[in-house]
Each structure stands twice: as C-alpha cells, then as structure tokens.
T-cell receptor, first 112, second 114 residues
Framework: DTGVSQDPRHKITKRGQNVTFRCDPI?????LYWYRQTLGQGPEFLTY????????KSRLLSDRFSAERPKGSFSTLEIQRTEQGDSAMYLC??????????FGPGTRLLVL | GENVEQHPSTLSVQEGDSAVIKCTYS??????FPWYKQELGKRPQLIID?????GEKKDQRIAVTLNKTAKHFSLHITETQPEDSAVYFC?????????????FGTGTKLQVIP
C-alpha cells in the first residue's frame, strides 16, 4: 500500500451516464497526476495538478472529462456521457519532494 | 513528443536465469527513467530508477543501465524467482518547473517458470 487511495475500485455504468472518481493522495504530496491504462498498455497521462492548480492536460482529455483538486488535497475525475471507449483503468499518482510517483490502486471502469 | 519503445512484449525464463528488458526513448531532454512492476489487477510499483547523470544502478537482483548517447536503457533481473512474474514498464521523464512529464513504454510480460 503506497498511501494513495482511490474510490470506487470498480465501476460499471451504461453508455451515456456520468461517472466520478476520487483520489486521495499521500497527505504531504502537492503534485497529483491522473492516468488512463488500457489492457496491454502502459499508463497514459491525462492531467496534472500542483496543489489546487491544474497545470497540464493531455489531448486525450476530451471535453467530456473534467478534473478538480479543491484545496489541493483530494482530486476528482468526472467523465460525462460515457462511451464504450472510456472503459479502462484510471490511475492517480502523487509525488512529494522527489521524483517518485506513488500510484493508487486504480478505478476500473466498464462502460456497457 | 516523447516516444518510448519497449522490447520484448513477452519474456519467459526459467527460474534462476536472468531476464533483460530494453527500452529506447526519443527526447534527449529526458532525465529520469523509472521502472515499474505491475502484478495482475494491482497498481504499478516503482522497483528501480536511474537519473541521466548515472550510467548504472543496482539494487540486489535488479540493475538498470542507461546509455544517453544511444537513448536506451535496460532492466536486468538476475536469479529470477516465480514472484518476479509480472508486467514491467519502463518510463522516460522530463522535469520542468516541478511538472514531470512521464511517458511509459508498452510493457513486458515476464513469466518465470519454476
């Protein structure tokens, strides 16, 4: 256990529904990343927060995706109008003073 | 942008043998190269990393080498054990003002046969 938690661990939803995931990083870590991982692939960067500021967004993050990190603590990732292609594992990772990213257990999303 | 290629995609070795996984990267500005182990259904976990000012790093049975000129780095696992079976990802990272842009390879599924 790295100290990074994610909720829920699994989510099954119907196409067109909205879903929201939560990530709780290690408490003293001010940098937080969201990644998406599909089967047989490495994690793909989605977005980056430094404290409460969202400083980087990938082109993978369409208008249906939004992320927040109010107060620089936990973060949420929302997907609106889900599509089958959104099915993946959504991982968050936090970094403290160094360069090591500590990953959470992920939220596995299945869109039917 | 950065492109990281990883080979082989699958690797089977007998217990006790060595395993080598190779990665190449494209962005010469990359300065940090972590390796992650991911067991089925679990989170990626850092197993070793190397910075661009170092050519080799070793931690017990695991070692990583970096050739900046050729832009490639490798993971070496010696005396493999069944619990080493997992998917291994290499990554290349460029740091800029606290933001670390990390690009992962596509993974190598390692199977250690008892």
């Amino acid at each position: 256990d790295t100290g990074v938690s994610q909720d829920p661990r699994h989510k099954i939803t119907k196409r067109g529904q909205n879903v929201t995931f939560r990530c709780d990083p290690i408490s003293e870590h001010n940098r937080l990343y969201w990644y998406r991982q599909t089967l047989g692939q490495g994690p793909e960067f989605l977005t980056y927060f430094q404290n409460e500021a969202q400083l980087e967004k990938s082109r993978l993050l369409s208008d249906r995706f939004s992320a927040e990190r109010p107060k620089g603590s936990f973060s949420t990732l929302e997907i609106q109008r889900t599509e089958q292609g959104d099915s993946a594992m959504y991982l968050c990772a936090s970094i403290g003073l160094g360069e090591t990213q500590y990953f959470g257990p992920g939220t596995r999303l299945l869109v039917l | 942008g950065e492109n990281v290629e990883q080979h082989p995609s699958t690797l089977s070795v007998q217990e006790g043998d060595s395993a080598v996984i190779k990665c190449t990267y494209s962005d010469s500005a990359s300065n940090y190269f972590p390796w992650y182990k991911q067991e089925l259904g679990k989170r990626p976990q850092l197993i070793i990393d190397i910075r661009s000012n170092v050519g080799e790093k070793k931690d017990q049975r695991i070692a990583v080498t970096l050739n900046k000129t050729a832009k490639h780095f490798s993971l070496h696992i010696t005396e493999t054990q069944p619990e080493d079976s997992a998917v291994y990802f290499c990554a290349a990272s460029v740091s800029s003002g606290g933001y670390q842009k990390v690009t992962f390879g596509t993974g190598t599924k390692l199977q250690v046969i008892p």
